[in-house]
């Protein structure tokens, strides 16, 4: 059985998110969605918001769960009993801090591995920020998210 976690915030989850959701879901059996409930960052939706909302747009992905964690991402993969983390890179930017982690988790667990996926080009330029900017100016944000997600920005917005 392969299990992967693919960490992160989520606040919210955008369409760049679920390409890398889909197309990690299919490369192993088992694909947990981990959502990072930091409790020294305020958020704009609560972690239980996030997963719920998550949850929702990956419902007809059978082999996808959606959980949060807190603390160390390697703890989680343990308790996960996953092997490999998956990873999304935008751009040369992400690459420095994400190539720190990988090299820096798989010292604490040689079991892990880090799986980078890149970007479709069409989300390449797509961050939760710019999402979150967008609908706090109500902008136009449909090209950027789900529908549901959408609706809940708005409503956090109003
Ligand atoms: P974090 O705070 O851990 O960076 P994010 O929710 O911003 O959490 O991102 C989670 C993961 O998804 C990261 O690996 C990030 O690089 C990736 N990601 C974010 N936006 C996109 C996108 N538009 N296309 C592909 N991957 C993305």
Same mark, same amino acid.
């Given at each position: 059985?392969?299990? *992967?976690?693919?960490?992160?915030? $989520?606040?919210?989850?955008?369409?760049? !998110?679920?390409?890398?959701?889909?197309?990690? @879901?299919?490369?192993?059996? !088992?694909?947990?969605?981990? /959502?990072? !409930?930091?409790?020294?960052?305020?958020? =704009? $939706?609560?972690?239980?918001?996030?997963?719920?909302?998550?949850?929702?747009?990956?419902?007809?992905?059978?082999?996808?769960? /959606?959980?949060? $964690?807190?603390? =160390?991402?390697?703890? $989680? #993969?343990?308790?996960?009993? *996953?092997?490999? #983390? #998956?990873?999304? =890179?935008? @751009?040369?930017?992400?690459?420095?801090?994400? =190539?720190?982690?990988?090299?820096?988790?798989?010292?604490?667990?040689?079991?892990?591995?880090?799986?980078?996926?890149?970007?479709?080009?069409?989300?390449?330029?797509?961050?939760?920020?710019?999402?979150?900017?967008? *609908?706090? !100016?109500?902008?136009?944000?449909?090209?950027? #998210?789900?529908?549901?997600?959408?609706?809940?920005?708005?409503?956090?917005?109003?």
């Amino acid at each position: 059985m392969r299990i *992967a976690v693919y960490p992160g915030s $989520f606040d919210p989850v955008t369409n760049g !998110h679920i390409d890398i959701i889909k197309r990690a @879901a299919k490369m192993v059996d !088992h694909l947990v969605i981990g /959502v990072l !409930h930091n409790s020294s960052k305020t958020p =704009l $939706f609560s972690a239980e918001e996030r997963v719920n909302m998550l949850s929702e747009v990956c419902k007809d992905i059978p082999n996808v769960e /959606v959980r949060y $964690f807190e603390g =160390l991402l390697v703890d $989680f #993969v343990v308790e996960c009993n *996953a092997t490999i #983390v #998956v990873r999304g =890179l935008r @751009a040369v930017t992400d690459f420095e801090y994400e =190539l720190q982690w990988a090299q820096s988790n798989r010292i604490v667990c040689p079991q892990m591995d880090t799986m980078f996926l890149v970007t479709n080009v069409q989300y390449s330029y797509l961050s939760s920020s710019v999402v979150r900017e967008y *609908a706090s !100016h109500n902008g136009d944000i449909s090209a950027f #998210v789900p529908p549901l997600v959408e609706k809940r920005l708005k409503e956090k917005f109003s």
